[in-house]
């Protein structure tokens, strides 16, 4: 017991009796450890069990478990929370022991593990385990493999971990809400061998979507596409941790995703190999080489690469996918002149300014009036100015001299002498253009396909 109370005071957990549960019952469950901010918590190393190198939870933590006649116990308390997306905006969500997503799974190929699932929730729940082998009777689909879990219940799962690999936990209950809620986790199996697929930095996350209107702190749970707040393990930037490692360091970022739509991952810097699946590993001969990944709905892909010193920005690569909630109704203003409009409505409405004629970059450096509990779109700040982003983007940080395990936001980088891009301030000679056609524009001539009439 005194083992287990330093474990979860090494990993900040705050341990909290389950409250459903009765003092006679509590010594049959397992405890249920409660988490509730959303800083990234590097694991301690495995207090028993057989050992594991842990993965690092993006703004997330790892579920504590107890060991019972050699099988490995945990306890998962579906219930509300509340969620900070990003520093200035906090989402009303529902997720386990505290947070959205709920905390890392981890467990080891050949264990036999015993998950407790009690519902806090106003409805039914179940949790199907995604892409780990198991008894069909343990997939937890409601009405298909078992029944509900009724609201107060608390069911029981038990199987082997037959093969190690990166997978998800999220309810088939009602599952369009729970999910728009944010009920999703991630489930890692490590390898029964502790040098098989063995890296220096192993970090995971979960790509989500909500629809909070601004002003609001609720998601709308019937929007099938036209999310606006997109997020990594339900934080955008410039709420979502750094990447950090030290220069030559393995690196492996694992990615599920559970939104309505797919993401191309994209990392600058080193190029990376696509190392694994929800299949499992890919074998060495397989790997292929990437700067971009697209995880499809449903998906996992773990990727890893040789850390290279400096800034690596890390996004998805649909540009509305790293902003942050925006009217989707502001018009295109590029090339307008607005000057004497503008200057009409001023005299009107004191303040008033006209955005977006020359692009929309000004709007991340404005302080823009917001409603409350609303991020700015287009936001977050590096050492040469407004970064201009949100959602889905995060950095790679890595320097010469991070120490093992160190995982803070360092300061920033350092670029050598001669390998930073600098205004030019030379003469400019004027550009020579070709003369333009004289007289009538030549004839382009056009001409359509036939046999496609109608098209
Ligand atoms: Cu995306």
């Keep these: 017991m005194t083992h287990r109370r330093t474990f979860f005071r090494a990993a900040g957990a ?156 999220h309810p088939h209950a009602d599952e369009m809400v729970q999910m728009a809620m944010g009920m999703m986790g991630l489930f890692i199996i490590h390898p029964r061998d502790v040098r098989q697929h063995r890296v220096d930095r192993d970090f995971g996350f979960i790509l989500n979507a909500y629809d909070i209107e601004p002003g609001s702190a609720t998601p709308r749970v019937n929007t099938m596409l036209d999310f606006n707040l997109w997020t990594w393990n339900s934080r955008a930037f410039p709420g979502i941790d750094p990447f950090v490692a030290r220069t030559g360091e393995r690196v492996r970022i694992r990615v599920g995703n559970l939104t309505m739509t797919n993401h191309p991952i994209h990392m600058h810097g080193p190029h990376f190999e696509v190392t694994g699946t929800d299949g499992g590993w890919v074998p060495k001969s397989a790997r292929w080489p990437e700067v971009t990944t697209d995880v499809a709905v449903g998906q996992m892909r773990a990727f890893e690469f040789n850390a290279i010193a400096g800034d690596w920005a890390i996004h998805c690569h649909k540009s509305h996918h790293t902003m942050n909630a925006m009217g989707h109704g502001v018009p295109t203003m590029i090339g307008v002149d607005h000057c004497d409009v503008a ?112 098209h």
């Excluded at 549960?21 to 397992?30: D, E, F, Q």
């Design 14 to 169: 705050t341990l909290l009796g389950a409250a459903a549960v009765s003092r006679a019952g509590a010594a049959l469950l397992p405890e249920a450890a409660v988490h509730t901010d959303a800083a990234t918590l590097p694991p301690p190393a495995p207090p028993n069990g057989r050992p594991f190198n842990p993965i690092v939870t993006l703004n997330g933590w790892s579920l504590p478990w107890r060991m019972k006649d050699g099988v490995k116990e945990f306890h998962l308390v579906a219930e509300p929370v509340v969620r900070e997306i990003a520093p200035g905006m906090k989402a009303n969500l529902w997720g386990y022991n505290g947070t959205s997503p709920g905390p890392t799974l981890e467990a080891v190929e050949g264990d036999r593990v015993r998950i407790f699932v009690t519902n806090k929730l106003l409805e039914v729940t179940s949790v199907h385990w995604h892409g780990v082998l198991l008894p069909s009777g343990m997939d937890g689909v409601t009405g298909l493999t078992q029944p509900p879990i009724e609201v107060g219940k608390t069911f029981m799962y038990e199987f082997v971990l037959q093969r190690p690999g990166t997978h998800m936990y």
């Design 343 to 454: 200057k009409k409505i001023a005299n009107l409405v004191p303040g008033y300014m006209v955005m977006g004629d020359k692009g929309m970059h000004d709007m991340a450096e404005m302080e823009m009036p917001l409603p409350d509990n609303t991020l700015p779109m287009m936001t977050g700040t590096g050492p040469f100015g407004p970064v201009g982003m949100g959602g889905m983007f995060s950095v790679v940080k890595v320097r010469d001299d991070i120490a093992r395990g160190d995982f803070k936001d360092p300061s920033p980088y350092q670029h050598p002498p001669g390998t930073l891009a600098s205004e030019y301030t030379g003469e400019t000679p004027t550009a020579t253009r070709a003369p333009a056609p004289q007289g009538d524009a030549r004839t382009l001539q056009v001409r359509k396909p036939s046999g496609h009439e109608g």
